[in-house]
């Protein structure tokens, strides 16, 4: 049930009505009422893999309050080898439905004479399952590193790590952030409903009119790249961004706004991350739940200041990143780009040196930075690689920007993503990346809300699943 | 306050909704009385069954590839763009005890369609025509199917002009050699791995037996009704262009001739036309490197098949019929 569809409006009216009007006595009674929620949710996607969720919460929960135990005793060893089992076992199991069929693949390529059976290989990929572990695994590391305290309850642990609006695609929850909300009762509030209702519209808008309608051109460039010219496809690779972008943060945004509704906080997941002007800049304002985990989790404790461990540390973070997206050489590569890029940027001394705020230059160099890197995502043969630089190197390319304006197909594309990037930009300093607080007349503002709807309405493409939801 | 705030959102929220939901009720009711290929072909099978000789099914293969005026006997294309077995036999069940003349029933089967399933297919938003025109009311529940306006393919034709895009007898007539993409045939060995199951490493062994052993089951669902009712069946594999058929997995299509093969060996009345590398269709007769043109490959393809039936099929069919007078005389 994707949040763009009919059945999930009226799957959240239900919910959302049954929440403030039956089960609103206690926050007791609201957590169970929305964990039974969350797994009907998640149900509906694919009841196969609703007992690994239910085995990660377990195992959470035990081994939190095992930690905490041993703390409390001052059993310092204990609890660490508690969280590093407890680690062993999230990753075994990401590791499992998630690379193993990779890891089987690349050792039977490397090694000759190894043939891989075909049907111990395509082990199903469970829905959300990089979200729900690493929010899981945030829970216990920070119990261990007395952050949070080990919760008692095991119905809003189990909440934690299920809350419907993020489970299929974030963003990573954190215990210190989630957890102390959940012990409390929630009490409605008008203006966050309505916060709420605005982000939904925001993402929903963002997802239907610019990332689905990007994703036709981008495929269709895509499966006839050879037939194509250097303008299309450099067209493609930029479209491609913007599809990445508006796919994913708009599912954020709905997220962030549902959980809203039901009276819970999730933080931004994106910030603008197009107006950065390096490298370092783009990656923590980017799918923020993720590099925010990364950084404290993995990079923090691997800190080293000589010159070799940092180029190691931010080898592996983007190595990790790139694998956490997907069991696939392409963003392995992807990572090691990024990585590249960050080392060059922090061995050139850069982030030394003030930079001009939103200096144009800046933004356009790392935006073609991105944008490259995010095409690597998209090679299925190294012959498409080449073709496509080839063809990209051409004179011919620069009619790119004839295709942009001139195209009428195109030029909807690119206004809606003008739109997009101005609304976000008026936004920056907001808490929200839609408030429409510089709209002040109440009239005025309701009518943005009725023309997004309507060209939500009449642009509708169906069939266009959340680019992150595979990851 | 707590509650009154719930008072007052409720009500500002319905309030809001409203215009929106007058907006989509009337885009329902304008969408409810515009024609499409499904309404067209489920009224046309209505009301004309019972004359129809030769009926076409399947996809956008058969759908464009076959014109039925080009073969002799009354025939009807009720195929469809995506439209797989499943739909083929929800069909042809719908209709099949008011097609008293029926002879033939044309079922193509491709390198693609024997792994195609419309139900977990991208194109899975024609399905909501089948519900809606064809009423076939036995398909999982899926609150987006009873609506048209949930559905982009529906919803843009408000703003189309009426330009019909099939003919009387159901055939597709839009795509010309002249409409179609430059270059096409380079994007060939593309399209053939799309159609690939080995492309789509996502997809376990187990998804693709089933989705071919539920396929090969409505395929012969089809075949034993035709076959109590004397109906022959043509399996027919239409043609597709070189750079495509040299770009293929030998293993689906294998399974694609095995495919075939069960059902020529589990019932007489069925024979296979396998076409797909037919080296009389050359570069003009294709719209793309699977689907031929409207103008030139399917005029091709008709007068061979008419041929066939009125040829070879027919004589086979007059000698294996056994005269009423001697079947009485014996019994």
């Known amino acids: 049930m994707a949040f763009n569809s009919l059945e999930f409006a009226v799957f959240l009216l239900i919910v959302f009505l049954l929440y403030w009007l039956a089960f609103d006595k206690n926050a007791k009674s609201q957590n169970a ?319 030394q040196k003030k930079t001009k705020k939103n200096h144009p230059g800046h933004i356009l160099l790392t935006f073609t930075l991105i944008c490259f890197g995010f095409s690597i995502l998209g090679i299925e043969q190294s012959e498409q690689a080449q073709i496509c630089f080839q063809k990209i190197c051409s004179w011919e390319t620069l009619s790119f920007l004839k295709t942009l304006f001139f195209d009428f197909s195109t030029l909807k594309r690119t206004i809606a993503i003008i739109f997009m990037l101005v609304v976000e930009w008026i936004h920056r300093n907001e808490e929200y990346p839609f408030t429409l607080n510089i709209v002040k007349n109440h009239c005025a503002r309701l009518c943005i809300y009725y023309i997004l709807c309507m060209v939500i309405i009449f642009s509708n493409i169906e069939g266009q699943p959340f680019i992150y939801a595979q990851f | 306050m707590h509650n009154s705030e719930k008072t007052h959102f409720l009500v500002k929220v319905i309030l809001a909704f409203m215009p929106i939901l007058v907006v989509l009720a009337i885009c329902e009711i304008l969408l409810h009385h515009c024609d499409n290929e499904y309404k067209y072909k489920n009224e046309w099978l209505s009301q004309n069954a019972k004359d129809v000789q030769v009926l076409i099914l399947g996809p956008s293969h058969t759908r464009t590839g076959i014109n039925p005026s080009y073969l002799s006997e009354k025939a009807f294309n009720a195929a ?108 060939a060995p593309a399209t053939a791995k799309s159609h690939s199951a080995s492309f789509y490493p996502e997809v376990s062994n187990k998804q693709i037996l089933t989705i071919y052993s539920q396929n090969l089951n409505y395929a012969q669902q089809i075949v034993n009704l035709c076959e109590e009712r004397n109906v022959h069946v043509i399996l027919l594999t239409t043609p597709t262009y070189k750079t495509y058929w040299e770009n293929i997995d030998p293993k689906q299509y294998d399974m694609m001739l095995d495919f075939c093969k069960q059902l020529q060996d589990e019932h007489s009345n069925v024979s296979y036309l396998n076409m797909m590398k037919d080296e009389r269709f050359g570069y003009d007769d294709f719209y793309d490197c699977h689907h031929l043109s409207v103008d030139y490959g399917a005029i091709k393809l008709s007068t061979i098949l008419n041929d066939y039936i009125m040829n070879t099929l027919e004589p086979q069919r007059a000698s294996s019929i056994i005269p009423a007078t001697e079947t009485t005389t014996s019994e």
């Open chain 2, 80 to 187: 469809s763009m995506a439209q797989d077995f499943k739909y083929d036999y929800l069909i042809f069940s719908k209709f099949i005890n008011q097609m008293e003349s029926l002879r033939y029933v044309i079922l193509p089967v491709s390198y693609a369609t024997i792994l195609h399933s419309l139900d977990s297919s991208s194109e899975k938003g024609y399905i909501h025509y089948y519900i809606l025109e064809y009423n076939f009311d036995n398909q999982p529940f899926h609150l987006n199917n009873c609506f048209y306006f949930c559905h982009s393919n529906s919803i843009m034709q408000l703003f189309q002009n009426d330009t019909p895009t099939y003919a009387k007898l159901g055939n597709g007539i839009t795509s010309t050699s002249t409409s179609r993409t430059q270059g096409w045939e380079k994007i």
């Open chain 1, 33 to 351: 009422f929305l964990l039974i929620v969350s797994y009907t949710f998640y149900a509906l996607a694919d009841w196969r893999f609703l007992g690994l969720i239910a085995f990660t919460t377990l195992c959470s929960y035990s081994f939190g309050l095992e930690i905490s135990r041993h703390k409390a005793k001052s059993e310092e060893k204990k609890a660490k080898s508690m969280s590093a089992a407890n680690i062993v076992i999230n990753l075994l199991v990401l590791g499992f439905f998630k690379y193993f069929n990779f890891f089987v693949e690349s050792f039977a390529t490397v090694i000759p004479g190894i043939e891989t059976n075909t049907t111990l290989l395509k082990v199903a990929l469970p829905l959300g399952i990089s979200y729900y572990t690493f929010t899981a695994l945030s829970y216990t590391i920070d119990v261990y590193k007395g952050k949070t305290k080990a919760t008692k309850d095991i119905v809003q642990l189990a909440l934690y790590i299920s809350f419907f609006p993020q489970i299929i695609a974030g963003p990573i929850g954190r215990s210190t952030y989630l957890l102390p909300q959940y012990a409390e009762r929630r009490l409605f509030l008008y203006k966050y409903g309505v916060d709420g209702l605005r982000q939904f519209l925001w993402g929903l808008f963002k997802k239907v009119v610019i990332a689905d309608h990007c994703a036709i051109y981008v495929q269709a460039i895509n499966s006839s790249y050879q037939s194509q010219p250097g303008s299309a496809i450099l067209l493609a690779i930029i479209l491609g961004t913007f599809q990445i972008y508006a796919d994913f943060s708009g599912y954020s945004d709905m997220a962030i706004g549902i959980a809203r509704l039901f009276g819970i906080k999730i933080r931004k997941n994106f910030d603008n991350p197009f107006f950065s002007t390096n490298i370092a800049e783009f990656w923590s304002r980017w799918h923020i739940s993720l590099t925010s985990w990364l950084r404290d989790y993995i990079y923090k404790p691997l800190m080293g200041w000589t010159k070799i461990s940092i180029i190691r540390n931010i080898l592996i973070v983007f190595i990790i990143c790139g694998l956490w997206h997907g069991a696939n050489w392409n963003y392995v590569l992807w990572g090691l780009y990024n990585a590249l890029l960050f080392a060059l940027y922090v061995f050139t001394n850069q982030w």
